[in-house]
């Protein structure tokens, strides 16, 4: 092939080209950039550089993004500058920051790690792979290729497919990807080559097969496993099939390093070299949860289920090239690997415990904070150097221009608009509203330097005394009075081009840098519009407009107003919908007859093609005679009324309509409909005795947090429970029941919905009567049209008005907090897929995000008009024919809402607190509603974040004795203690 660099961007085909040129020799002073630097590899390839290497200097730079836990970035982060690396806070994209560190730094070697990783999550945002993966990379690119550095980059074994030869050799050509991650990865390797080939930028890329170890990412198997099995939850294993296994080559991070540090080492010898690390020796993924198993002395809880379809069977690396080029050989097995992993598992797992316990956290990575914010303040020195300096060149650039365009025009004998401002007019108290481009507000009150400003900006014309510059001015008498004062440029705006008339108008200058805006002809001046001409002879341009729109929609205009009659209202008008005005000496009702879409006309002469509301009619004349005729039509059943949201057109009489709000809106007395502010605000509970014991800590704090306790009213929905039960618990520990309504609910009739293969032993509470009675609430409690939920293992730490403004807003049929971790794609089977698609004839969304069911609001009218209750039973007889889903109530849910709800803010839930102990402590100081989903409840003696829930519940009988239950009657009573009296044990 020679010398001769060809490029061949197919998927079907191996990249490799012979260089054009032997690369530069490297600088003896290594001097290198990690990328990712605070991810799993970028991590460890950083600390290897820093601590055994002997490279000068190594620099890492992240994003820091929240795709899984930030705090172990950080923690990564605070270990790398404890031993010399610089940490930067930056993202690959941005081409200002690689400039400025490849120009500080003079890079002798990039390391890129930064990606978006994770084959599932390519489904839920696949715009995330696209720049992180591709446009990302070429920025890096971009900045090699101006400051020349050798680069190694990582690739994965993605790229080979489900389709490739066993084990994946590097030599054998791509297939098609399976995914988007995989597609990214690919493109990836094409990227390299094309600049390889076209700027002889020399790089590596290396194919990394299932990478685990000691600070591993929390979405990987070793991490994910571990994780689940100290915590008590289920572990999700994936089962290939029959008769399959599902197999991942396991390689130890140290393996995986040492390969990395290699291939920086090599010189590469053509473009499109690409590497496999990876061990060599598949391994059954459950084997690998047998060696943590055995690590961590616990026997897990296994939660099979199917493979996702992005998911490859098998990955088996065929290292032999490796070895032969780069030297490569694994040495780690996966007994001594899970071994070390495990060690700094419990290390970090116990240490991330005790800081969140002591509420340290803040100031866990203070060092680290106080670096990344000095070198975020260094890149923002040095971004506002070179936009001065690119300003500067801008405008040398534009004065050059500008002279050549002047010497063109000379030559053609053109003449430009002139603007050479001969000095600015002072408007004292006045200023001209929009067209500001740029404001200054360090020269405020400074008229010299803000003339010089002005002066020196080509397209500045005024400016006012707070430093705000302006591209044009509105003609005086649009002028606003001001605490300002108004700078106006000496130059002609009409000959200058720079007035603000709008169509139809003729600029005509009223004085230095002042104008006036009249009309073309054919047009007269109607307040600041030009409104046309009505012409008897030819229809105007307006006229034909419509006749066009009447003939494409079918409408025969002249026949549905022939036999209709005009209705007089003295006095008054309807502002805007101006069509054409009628000059005098013509008859006005007889040409708004003539003239199409003409629904009303003013004696003044204006025929108007729309109408408002009566209720925003204005009175414009006393005199007699004069005032407004509307065309006695139908407006409602025409769709020509312009009624605002949340209301309905009601003909009201003859030439006039209505616009009649939907209940519960009510008028808000401006035209509008708005839902009144004494509305109440209805919360629904549905419980059963088991979880009766977080009611209390719950109301508690929705009354606590709330900005309109006097409008929240609470139903209970109580499952083979009595009201009086309920009542008197909730007076034991001194809620009051004015403002909660108890509904009792037998769990038989329920009992249609729950024919399902789910028990509690399988998925606890969510497949409990209580949880099927959430179906029912919209039949259960008729006079509402809207209910928000909660359930009782919740604390609400925010208003709940917040949400319930949300939910009356919204015209979709639910709110609720969107779950971004888990889409739908990745709960549904793809046998639950096709039924949704025969059913609904339309698309199932893979990746819409499906939503928590702690708190979710509901429009119940849409529900009922949708009949959605009829899509439960029909979700309930499939999954209870079929064993569709082991979630209990929640597919049915998400199933029947698919497409039909709104996004709730994602404060509104942090769930996990019944099983994940490594929730941030900054995420629950912002969070709005605490969720305990999972097995483990707050009111448990070994409940999880107990300390959270406590504060919040009363205490039962004022805190001098025990809530008891009666057996006759279920009711719950105050036993005092001695010197205290019931019933809620206050002092004798």
């Not at 007859?593 to 209720?615: F, M």
Request: charged share 20%; hydrophobic share 35%.
């Amino acid at each position: 092939m020679g010398g001769f660099p060809v490029l061949v961007l197919a998927f079907g085909l191996s990249v490799g080209f012979t260089l054009g040129r032997k690369p530069e020799p490297r600088r003896s002073e290594r001097v290198v950039l990690v990328t990712g630097a605070a991810g799993f590899i970028g991590f460890h390839a950083a600390k290897q550089l820093a601590e055994g290497w002997g490279v000068e200097r190594v620099v890492g730079i992240d994003s820091f993004n929240e795709y899984y836990d930030v705090q172990l970035k950080k923690d990564r982060a605070s270990y790398l500058l404890r031993i010399g690396v610089e940490v930067y806070r930056g993202d690959v994209c941005d081409g200002e920051v690689l400039q400025h560190l490849f120009a500080k730094y003079n890079f002798t070697d990039v390391v890129h790690m930064a990606a978006q990783a994770g084959v599932r999550y390519s489904l839920e945002d696949p715009q995330a792979y696209v720049s992180a993966n591709y446009e990302c990379f070429i920025s890096l690119l971009d900045s090699i290729q101006k400051y020349p550095a050798y680069l190694v980059y990582a690739s994965s074994s993605s790229v080979y497919g489900k389709r490739a030869t066993v084990p994946f050799s590097s030599e054998e050509p791509l297939k098609a990807p399976g995914n988007l991650y995989a597609a990214s990865k690919i493109m990836n390797e094409h990227l390299a080559s094309a600049y390889c080939s076209q700027h002889d930028l020399h790089s590596i890329g290396l194919r990394f097969f299932t990478v685990y170890g000691p600070w591993g990412r929390p979405d990987m198997a070793a991490y994910k496993f571990a994780e689940c099995i100290v915590t008590g939850m289920p572990v999700p294993l994936f089962e290939a099939g029959p008769g399959e296994q599902l197999k991942r080559d396991f390689t130890y991070i140290d393996d995986i390093v040492s390969g990395v540090l290699s291939a920086l080492e090599r010189t590469p010898e053509r473009c499109g070299e690409a590497y496999n690390l990876g061990f060599g020796e598949p391994l059954i993924v459950e084997d690998m949860l047998h060696y943590l198993e055995k690590e961590l002395a616990t026997t897990a809880v296994i939660d099979r289920q199917p493979l996702p379809p992005s998911d490859m069977i098998l990955t088996f690396a065929d290292i032999t090239i490796s070895r032969n080029v780069l030297g490569f050989s694994p040495k780690t097995p996966t007994a001594e690997g899970i071994h070390r992993f495990v060690k700094w598992f419990r290390d970090y797992y116990e240490d991330r415990v005790q800081w969140e316990k002591k509420g340290r956290s803040s100031s866990r990575n203070a060092r680290l904070e106080q670096s990344l914010a000095e070198r975020e303040k260094e890149v923002s020195a040095a971004r506002l150097q070179r936009t001065a300096d690119n300003n500067s060149l801008y405008r040398k650039g534009l004065a050059a221009l500008r002279q050549r365009y002047e010497d063109a025009a000379s030559e053609a004998g053109v003449l430009l608009p002139v603007l050479e401002k001969k000095g600015f007019i002072l408007h004292s108290g006045k200023t001209s509203p929009g067209s500001t481009v740029i404001k200054a507000p360090g020269l405020q009150r400074n008229r010299q330097k803000l003339e010089a400003r002005c002066l020196a900006t080509e397209q500045c014309v005024a400016f006012t005394s707070e430093g705000e510059f302006k591209t044009s001015v509105l003609p005086p008498e649009q002028w606003s009075d001001s605490t300002l004062d108004l700078y106006v440029a000496d130059v002609d705006m009409c000959a200058a081009d720079l007035h603000r008339c709008g169509p139809h108008s003729v600029c005509h200058s009223s004085g230095p840098g002042t104008y006036d805006c009249g009309c073309e002809d054919g047009y007269l001046r109607l307040g600041r519009a030009c409104v046309e001409r009505y012409r008897e002879s030819t229809p105007s341009a307006s006229q034909q407009d419509w006749l066009l729109a009447d003939l494409i929609d079918g409408v025969d205009w002249p026949a549905l107003v022939e036999d209709r009659e005009f209705v007089f209202f003295p006095g008054m008008d309807s502002p805007g919908g101006d069509y054409l005005i009628v000059g005098e000496g013509l008859e006005v009702e007889k040409a708004c007859r003539r003239t199409p879409h003409c629904l009303a006309y003013n004696t003044n002469g204006i025929l108007k093609h729309s109408l408002q509301p009566p209720q925003q009619w204005v009175q414009w004349t006393d005199t007699s005679g004069h005032g407004l005729y509307v065309l006695d039509i139908d407006y409602c059943q025409m769709g020509l009324e312009q009624c605002p949201a949340h209301s309905q057109c009601d003909r009201s009489a003859p030439g006039n309509f209505s616009c009649q709000c939907v209940p519960p809106y009510q008028s808000s007395g401006a035209g509008g409909c708005e839902m009144p502010s004494t509305q109440e605000i209805s919360l629904i509970l549905s419980l059963d005795k088991h979880h009766l014991d977080g009611v209390p800590a719950l109301l508690h704090s929705l009354w606590q947090h709330t900005s309109k306790a006097d409008q929240l009213r609470v139903y209970i929905v109580a499952v083979d429970m009595s009201s009086t039960a309920v009542l008197s618990y909730l007076k034991c520990h001194q809620i009051s029941s004015l403002s909660v309504e108890v509904m009792e609910l037998a769990s038989a009739a329920v009992s249609p919905l729950r024919r399902v293969v789910d028990s509690p032993d399988t998925v606890g509470n969510l497949a409990s009567a209580a949880n099927f009675a959430r179906f029912m609430l919209p039949h259960l409690f008729p006079q509402l049209h809207y209910a928000v939920y909660l359930d009782t293992d919740t604390l609400v730490l925010g208003d709940v008005a917040e949400v319930w403004s949300h939910l009356i807003s919204s015209n979709k049929m639910m709110v609720a907090v969107p779950r971004s971790s888990v889409p739908y794609g990745g709960l549904f089977s793809s046998q639950v897929k096709e039924l949704f698609q025969r059913r609904y004839k339309k698309t199932f969304s893979d990746s819409e995000p499906s939503f928590n069911a702690g708190l979710w609001g509901m429009n119940f009218d849409i529900w009922r008009r949708q009949q959605l209750h009829v899509e439960v039973e029909y979700w309930t007889e499939q999954h209870a024919q079929q064993a569709l889903w082991r979630f209990g109530t929640q597919p049915i849910l998400l199933l029947v809402a698919h497409g039909q709800w709104d996004h709730l803010p994602l404060e509104w839930n942090v769930d996990g607190l019944g099983w994940n102990t490594f929730i941030p402590q900054q995420t629950l100081n912002s969070a709005k509603l605490l969720h305990w989903s999972g097995r483990g409840k707050p009111w448990q003696s070994d409940g999880l974040y107990h300390e959270l829930w406590t504060p919040h519940l009363p205490s039962a009988c004022s805190g001098h004795g025990r809530c008891t239950q009666k057996e006759d009657n279920g009711e719950w009573v105050c036993t005092c203690e001695q010197g205290y009296t019931a019933p809620l044990c206050t002092m004798t």
